[in-house]
C-alpha cells in the first residue's frame, strides 16, 4: 500500500556540480526536495520506488547499487541509487546506467543520506498510455505493506520564447492543472492528464505522475505543493503526498 510520495522535477542543474554558476538559482527546489524526501522517510516505508521518465532502452527496473553519471552533461560525477554494493560482489544493473532522472533521483537520496528502506528504480515510457502506467502504480503499491515512491518529472518545456520547446500558450494553462493534482492528490486530475498534449509540451514528467496515480487510488493520502516555478521556460513542481 502505498503510505507517502515526494514528486520532484528531474533537471540535471538540479545538481550543483552540474549547475555551476548558475546553481543559486535552484536552491529554493533544492530545499523543497529535500523536504519532500525527509516526508518520505518520516512514513517508515519498506521499499522505495523512484520512478521517473527513460528513454528508449532504459524502461523497466533498476536495482538497488545501480549506477548513474552526469558526465553527459560535462560533469564528471557518478551517484549510485542506494547504497554501494560490496567491492568484491557484482555491481547491481551491470553496465545499464541510470537514466538522467533515475541520477537526479538518486543524488537527492544521497544528499537526504537516505537509509530507511530498500530502494528500486523504474524508468518509465514517456509514451505509455494513462492505462498502463495506473496499472504499473497498482503494482508498485501491491508489492509491500508499505510503499513510498519519489516520483521524478518536469513539467511543460514550452513556458517560454527561450524554453527547450520554444513558446507554446497552451503550457501555462496543462502546468497550472499538473501543479494542482500534485498539490492536492488528486488522482482522477492526474490520470486525465492528456498524453498527446504532454507529448507535444514535452512534460516529461506526466507518464510518471500517473504511476503515482494509479498507486495511490484508494491510499486516501493528502497532497501539499511545496514548491512551483517555471524557470528556464520548464514547470517545475515538488510536491509530498503523505
Not at 549506477?67 to 547491481?92: E, K, Q
Amino acid at each position: 500500500m502505498l503510505v507517502a510520495a515526494a514528486v520532484c522535477p528531474c533537471p540535471p542543474l538540479l545538481v550543483p556540480e552540474v549547475a555551476t554558476g548558475a546553481a543559486p538559482e535552484l536552491d529554493a527546489a533544492r530545499t523543497a526536495c529535500a523536504d519532500a524526501v525527509g516526508l518520505l522517510a518520516a512514513a517508515r516505508p519498506d521499499r522505495l520506488y523512484v520512478v521517473g521518465p527513460a528513454p528508449e532502452g532504459a524502461h523497466g527496473a533498476f536495482p538497488a547499487g545501480s549506477a548513474g553519471t552526469f558526465a553527459g552533461f560535462g560533469v564528471d560525477h557518478a551517484v549510485r541509487l542506494g547504497p554501494t554494493p560490496a567491492a568484491d560482489g557484482p555491481t547491481p544493473g551491470g553496465d545499464r546506467p541510470l537514466p538522467t532522472s533515475l541520477a537526479v533521483g538518486a543524488w537527492l537520496l544521497d544528499r537526504a543520506g537516505w537509509a530507511d528502506a530498500p530502494i528500486e528504480g523504474l524508468g518509465v515510457d514517456e509514451g505509455a498510455t494513462p492505462a498502463v502506467c495506473s496499472g504499473v502504480g497498482r503494482g508498485l503499491a501491491d508489492s509491500a505493506g508499505r510503499v513510498a515512491l519519489l516520483v521524478m518529472g518536469d513539467g511543460s518545456a514550452c513556458r517560454t520564447v527561450k524554453a527547450p520547446g520554444y513558446l507554446d500558450e497552451r503550457a501555462a494553462g496543462f502546468d497550472a492543472e499538473a501543479a494542482r493534482a500534485l498539490g492536492t492528490a488528486d488522482v482522477a486530475a492526474l490520470l486525465a492528464l492528456d498524453p498527446e498534449l504532454a507529448y507535444e509540451l514535452k512534460a516529461a514528467g506526466r507518464a510518471p505522475w500517473q504511476v503515482l496515480a494509479g498507486a495511490a487510488e484508494g491510499a486516501g493520502l493528502e497532497g501539499r505543493l511545496l514548491f512551483e516555478d517555471a524557470p528556464y521556460g520548464v514547470g517545475y513542481f515538488v510536491a509530498a503526498w503523505s
